[in-house]
């Protein structure tokens, strides 16, 4: 697997490619609805035929069939980019949210345990699918197994009791 920073900025890459072709998309069906526009504003839905049932007489029929099928071919396209373009999205959001744990985790990891910090409480219980079991929110830093750890809470309504999902017990001093 890339490093954090390698698959960030790959994907980052990866997204611009993406974009610069929706744009070209998006000025290929702008120019083509123009030429739409120019035969008589004939659109995407006017008929081309006659109340006699012939072609019209008053526009390139040739030209407007082929411009609306390229407007419909490059609007399929352009909606399949757009869905590439939506999941690479949520990869390069996963990806810098796991960049970002991994620099945290390291940080944490290289720190010592700071002394002026006193305890005043302790969790003795996290209940399983709790907020505190995916702390995110309010800052906190912990002693886990000897270990200084940095975790975030975010209290919120959830399947069991409280906003926490844990007991916190003050200590006894």
Same mark, same amino acid.
């Given at each position: 697997?890339?490093?954090?920073?390698?698959?960030?900025? +790959?994907? +980052?890459?990866?997204?611009?490619?993406?974009?610069?072709?929706?744009?070209?998309?998006?000025?290929?069906?702008?120019?083509?609805?123009?030429?739409?526009?120019?035969? +008589?504003? @004939?659109?995407?839905?006017?008929?081309?035929?006659?109340?006699?049932?012939?072609?019209?007489?008053?526009?390139? @029929?040739?030209? @407007?069939?082929?411009?609306?099928?390229?407007?419909?071919?490059?609007?399929?396209?352009?909606?399949?980019?757009?869905?590439?373009?939506?999941?690479?999205?949520?990869?390069?959001?996963?990806?810098?949210?796991?960049?970002?744990?991994?620099?945290?985790?390291?940080?944490?990891?290289?720190?010592?345990?700071?002394?002026?910090?006193?305890?005043?409480?302790?969790?003795?219980?996290?209940?399983?699918?709790?907020?505190?079991?995916?702390?995110?929110?309010?800052?906190?830093? @912990?002693?886990?197994?000897?270990?200084?750890?940095?975790?975030?809470?975010?209290?919120? +309504?959830?399947?069991?009791?409280?906003?926490?999902?844990?007991?916190?017990?003050?200590?006894?001093?």
């Amino acid at each position: 697997m890339a490093a954090p920073v390698e698959e960030v900025e +790959k994907l +980052k890459q990866t997204l611009k490619e993406l974009i610069n072709k929706k744009d070209k998309f998006e000025r290929d069906i702008k120019e083509c609805l123009d030429i739409l526009q120019i035969e +008589k504003n @004939v659109g995407m839905d006017e008929s081309l035929i006659d109340a006699e049932q012939y072609p019209r007489a008053d526009i390139d @029929v040739y030209l @407007v069939r082929n411009t609306r099928h390229k407007v419909k071919c490059l609007q399929n396209d352009y909606k399949d980019i757009m869905k590439d373009i939506e999941i690479r999205l949520h990869e390069l959001h996963a990806a810098e949210r796991e960049r970002k744990a991994h620099s945290d985790s390291r940080n944490v990891a290289e720190q010592k345990p700071n002394k002026s910090l006193l305890p005043f409480a302790t969790i003795d219980l996290v209940s399983p699918e709790s907020p505190a079991k995916h702390a995110t929110h309010v800052s906190l830093v @912990v002693l886990r197994h000897s270990r200084e750890m940095r975790l975030t809470l975010e209290p919120k +309504k959830w399947a069991g009791k409280g906003l926490l999902g844990c007991s916190i017990v003050p200590i006894q001093r």
